[in-house]
Nanobody
């Protein structure tokens, strides 16, 4: 059974850091592109970052460039999202996801087939 489990969320002050983890079971994660999405209350789910399976190319939405870093540890079957210089507008539920096929980084929610349950990130003083 394919499963993605996020962890690492929490409450952090503005300017702080968090590292989210996306652990996979039921499949070998390094064969799959992994995307991170977030959804704030009353807003649509948006793509934050992605790492492709084919060549490790990464993608970041403009609002997180220079602050967030995506990486993968194949030995642990886990993808990470390191978030620095967090802002209140980063507050959201963060999800990791994987498309069933393809090695590039899709941008759209509907292009992803497997989703984790999400982890809450709250940036507040």
């Amino acid at each position: 059974q394919v499963q993605l489990v996020e962890s690492g969320g929490g409450l952090v002050q503005p300017g702080g850091s968090l590292r989210l983890s996306c652990a996979a079971s039921g499949f070998t994660l390094d064969y799959y592109t992994i995307g991170w999405f977030r959804q704030a209350p009353g807003k649509e789910r948006e793509g934050v970052s992605c790492i492709s399976s084919s060549d490790g190319i990464t993608y970041y939405t403009d609002s997180v460039k220079g602050r967030f870093t995506i990486s993968r540890d194949n030995a642990k079957n886990t993808v990470y999202l390191l978030m620095n210089s967090l802002k209140p507008e980063d507050t959201a539920v963060y999800y990791c996801a994987a498309p069933m096929y393809g090695s590039s980084c899709p941008r759209k929610v509907y292009e992803y087939d497997y989703w984790g349950q999400g982890t809450q990130v709250t940036v507040s003083s």
